[in-house]
């Protein structure tokens, strides 16, 4: 007899119907995997599964819905090695663990680990859902003792041929280096980022398959977190993302069924707007409504389409819009209970619809900030806004390639800021090579094209840079020098303070989530640094205080000032994605604080931001008094203090609502400046910087030209 096995052989396997998705091939008929004696898990489940009454009203046989019927067949399907159930809670992913695990037990023998995120998690795991199924499922009877003789304890039990394991996720130890068949890591995004200087959980433990390529399975559950910190995202779009595709009861037109075709009425009482929720089919050319009954009859011809090819790798999305138990006004009133609260959202894009929750709340959302972009000039072009009354400039050192990222920026009252020029400062060598950032010739450039400029003010006066604050990183020595060739801090019983123009301030960033100034470094440990003292910067509270303007204050369409508003050229979408770079997570056990740099994004905006703050504190902007403003007004030759301007416009505009002849103020063309008012006589003493600071903003006496100052930059925005 031939051992040899042909195609045709193999072709008219009745085990092919059990495998929808795969061809039969040498691999299904191997004796090792015996799918002749194996239905999929769909049809074991069914067979064999009993809802034990704890999760039901009475014990009852397991009745899958259609779409979980290819979740479940992905377990008994030879190709497929990892699965990924990226789904909202409660639908799918525990009681397919169960399933998986049942027949383990009872058909497919091998070690098996199943992690929970806590160890609290994998004993109510194994009491609240191993134990009862154990009971209840005749497949299983006998084959896992109560007792802890055959060596079986709540977190290990032992069964004919294999033994599982159930353990929380918060040690890489022992347990996750065990060699497993099947490893089943349920509530990935809840386990920590690292465990302890072991590494991480889901690594290693993935690790610990390798014996078994070829007849392991890796199953990873969870609905979905922060976009950019999700461990289920990222290993769903690591697989072939099947979606489930459902029919239009009138037009047929397979569409996934998404939160933003549920629609219903507004015009009615909070009350009624549930009752008028429907779903509307998406394709333009029917938009027929569906009731939830014609929902739940789409969603029994469900097709699971792949949104990528094939690779071992098989990933399943499903939202609550497919679930027998919830109604579309159910879901309604859910969400116009929660979508104003953004941590009770954040629970319902989470757990109920099953997508990532893009932070707005922790990161600026760079879209908006692209769109919210003003038409100032910038740049080479420069010319700083009216209210912005004082300059500094930050400084990131960038090894790879190397340059100098340089922003600089003017400031108002109440902080109110805007970006006026980014410069990517590089230079090449003779050979074509660009040089390192130690070279002087680099230095050279940021002194003369950014520190040594003069920038051009909207009321014809010029100013220099006040403060320019250099992160130390990685790269210390030239910045050091660089500091000792400008004018330094000087340091007071008030501490350190700027006491002239052009100010060079070396660096670094701490966690300090209070002070924007955290520190600065000692006398004695500057010895060892030709005496310069470093700054020490607020990192965590600056970029606090960043998110929180960046989502609160927009700029005023009348251009008058806007405390705390951050103001933005026409820059491209590059320098919105640094500045929106890094989500505040809040750790929700220990309340801790982490900024997050998304994958593979740049910073270098942010970290100028965050200088250019701690600059403009060194400046003295948190100290400023009114009379400190009105004082750098006149400075710049602005002699109508705001406050008078705004009380006579508004005279106006009252004076224009009552007389109807009157044109509207906006149509009438600008007035001409009003001659100034005696200025009051500003209270407070201007600091010495202050008042030099303006002397040579002459244009004049500069001798530099009025419209921008005709520099040229390698690479900016
Ligand atoms: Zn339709």
């Known amino acids: ?317 499903i939202s609550h819009l497919y679930s027998p138990w919830k109604t579309l006004s159910l879901m309604v009133s859910d969400w116009l209970e929660k979508y104003q609260d953004p941590m009770q959202l954040k629970a319902f894009i989470n757990t109920v619809l099953g997508e990532l929750w893009e932070d707005a709340g922790s990161a600026p959302d760079p879209e908006v900030l692209y769109s919210r972009r003003e038409d100032y000039p910038h740049t080479d072009l420069a010319v700083i806004p009216r209210n912005g009354l004082f300059l500094t400039a930050a400084v990131d050192v960038q090894e790879s390639p190397p340059r100098l990222e340089c922003e600089v920026k003017a400031w108002g009252r109440g902080r109110e800021n805007w970006s006026i020029g980014y410069y990517v400062i590089q230079k090449q060598a003779e050979n074509g090579e660009l040089l390192p950032v130690s070279s002087p010739e680099l230095w050279q450039k940021l002194d003369q094209e950014v520190l040594q400029a003069l920038y051009q003010h909207e009321s014809g006066r010029q100013l220099p840079i006040m403060c320019m604050c250099i992160d130390t990183g990685s790269t210390p020595k030239p910045v050091y020098e660089f500091a000792l060739r400008h004018q330094r801090l000087s340091f007071g019983p008030a501490g350190a303070k700027i006491a002239a123009i052009r100010t060079v301030v070396p660096i670094k960033g701490n966690d300090d989530p209070l002070r924007v100034i955290s520190a600065v470094s000692k006398e004695n440990q500057s010895v060892k640094r030709q005496n310069i003292r470093i700054v020490s910067v607020g990192t965590h509270c600056i970029k606090q205080e960043l998110f929180e303007l960046l989502k609160g204050v927009r700029p005023r369409a009348d251009g008058k000032p806007q405390p705390g508003c951050c103001h933005f050229p026409m820059y491209t979408m590059e320098y919105f994605h640094m500045l929106a770079s890094e989500t505040r997570i809040v750790h929700e056990e220990t309340g801790d604080v982490e900024y997050r740099k998304k994958p593979n994004a740049r910073n270098e905006a942010l970290d100028t931001f965050v200088y250019n703050r701690a600059a403009a504190a060194l400046v003295g902007i948190d100290r400023f008094t009114e009379a400190h403003w009105r004082k750098m007004e006149l400075a710049v030759g602005i002699n109508v203090p705001y406050s008078e301007e705004k009380e006579a416009e508004e005279a106006e505009q009252a004076a224009a609502s009552v007389d109807p002849s009157t044109p509207p103020a906006s149509k009438a063309p600008a007035p001409a400046p009003k001659p100034a008012a005696r200025p009051p006589a500003p209270s407070g003493p201007l600091p010495p910087h202050l008042q030099s600071a303006h002397t040579d903003a002459d244009p004049q006496r500069s001798g530099l030209s009025p419209l921008g100052r005709g520099r040229k930059f390698r690479g900016s925005f």
């Open 1 to 317: 007899m031939s051992t040899e096995l042909t195609l045709p052989d193999i072709l008219p396997d009745p085990t092919a119907a059990y495998f929808p998705n795969s061809l039969p091939t040498l691999l299904a008929v191997t004796s090792f995997l015996r799918p002749s004696e194996r239905p999929p898990l769909s049809v074991w489940a069914e067979r064999n599964i009993v809802l034990s009454s704890e999760y039901s009203k009475r014990a009852t046989r397991l009745t899958l819905f259609a779409w979980q019927r290819e979740v479940f067949d992905a377990f008994t399907d030879p190709y497929i090695e990892d699965i990924t159930i990226m789904s909202a809670r409660q639908l799918l992913k525990t009681l397919f663990l169960q399933c998986c695990l049942a027949y383990t037990i009872a058909e497919d023998q091998g070690p098996v680990m199943i992690a929970q995120p806590t160890d609290e998690d994998a004993r109510s795991f194994s009491k609240e859902r191993l134990a009862p199924m154990v009971r209840d499922c005749a497949a299983l009877n006998g084959l896992i003792s109560e007792s802890e003789k055959g060596g079986n304890t709540i977190l290990n039990k032992e069964f004919p041929g294999g033994s599982v394991m159930i353990v929380g996720a918060t040690t890489a130890g022992k347990a996750a280096r065990r060699t497993n068949r099947i490893v089943m890591l349920d509530e990935i995004d809840k386990y920590q980022a690292s465990v302890g200087k072991e590494g991480d959980f889901v690594t290693i433990a993935v690790e610990g398959t390798q014996t078994f390529i070829g007849s392991r399975k890796i199953i990873k559950t969870c609905s979905p977190t922060t976009a950019g910190f999700s461990r289920i995202d990222k290993s769903y779009a690591a697989s072939d993302q099947r979606k489930p595709y459902v029919p239009c009861h009138a037009c047929n037109h397979m569409q996934v069924l998404k939160w933003a075709q549920v629609k219903w009425d507004t015009d009615v009482s909070d009350e009624l707007k549930p009752k008028t929720a429907r779903y509307v089919c998406e394709n333009p050319a029917c938009g027929a409504s569906w009731n939830d009954y014609q929902r739940w009859a789409a969603c029994t011809r469900v097709e699971w389409r792949a949104h990528r090819p094939f690779a071992g790798k098989a990933g399943f999305w």
